[in-house]
């Protein structure tokens, strides 16, 4: 079974700093796709970023940008100019073809004035 | 366009009765997923459903059940509810596009269970 881990289960940042949040998977499909997912305190998962297994180029949304090492099984977000609209908890998933989406434990960030 | 709705926002329930929740997808997708958040299990699928037919199952027992009509939206239902049915339940709303698949999350329905 495909597992999902993010160690930190808080970080905290500072307005306008830069932050990143680690997640590594375990897999042994070749085809999959990893997501980053936010979910402020109103409970909204909002799709942050995704990221296709076969491409090599790393995906950006704006401020925010991943670091995807494929043969490290590691896919880390890091978020730029932090605000503090972006106070809360991301969650990792992966999905490869015909399964459901697998979640990390999540990492709370904090954003600090 | 339109997000995805989940009806009821908040329930309350008793042990022993029965839910159903209900989950309209985005127009234009045809498969939905559930997924249970709770604090110490963090969110675990249940299931997923494409064209009234369920797609995948999770490793829940058989008194969570779902189904999907043919205008896409989606129920799920839970028997004999437990205490520990008390969840946020969220529905996915699966946009396909080629290969590639992205989940877009409602807002959640939260039960509590008494």
């Known amino acids: 079974a495909q597992t999902v881990t993010q160690s930190q289960p808080e970080m905290s940042v500072q307005e306008a700093e830069t932050v990143t949040l680690s997640c590594t998977y375990d897999t042994s499909e070749s085809d999959y796709y990893l997501f980053w997912y936010k979910q402020p305190p109103s409970r909204q998962m909002i799709l942050v970023i995704r990221?296709?297994?076969?491409?090599?180029q790393n995906a950006t949304e704006n401020r925010f940008s991943v670091n995807f090492q494929k043969a490290a099984k590691s896919f880390s977000l890091k978020i730029s100019d932090s605000q503090l609209g972006d106070a809360a908890m991301y969650f990792c998933?992966?999905?490869?073809?015909?399964?459901?989406?697998?979640f990390g434990k999540g990492t709370s960030l904090l954003v600090t004035p | 366009k339109a997000g995805v709705t989940q009806t009821p926002r908040y329930l309350i329930k008793t042990r022993g009765q029965q839910v159903t929740l209900s989950c309209s997808p985005i127009s234009g997708h045809r498969s939905v997923s559930w997924y249970q958040q709770t604090p110490g299990q963090g969110l675990q699928f249940l299931f997923e459903?494409?064209?009234?037919?369920?797609?995948n199952k999770g490793n829940f027992p058989g008194r969570f059940s779902g189904r999907q009509f043919s205008n896409s939206r989606s129920e799920m239902n839970v028997s004999t509810l437990e205490l520990g049915d008390s969840a946020l339940y969220l529905c996915a709303s699966v946009r396909t596009s080629g290969n590639q698949e992205t989940q877009y999350f409602g807002p959640g329905t939260r039960l509590l269970v008494l």
């Open positions: 990221q296709e297994a076969y491409k090599q």
């Open positions: 998933a992966y999905r490869s073809a015909g399964y459901a989406l697998n």
């Open positions: 459903y494409f064209s009234e037919t369920q797609r």
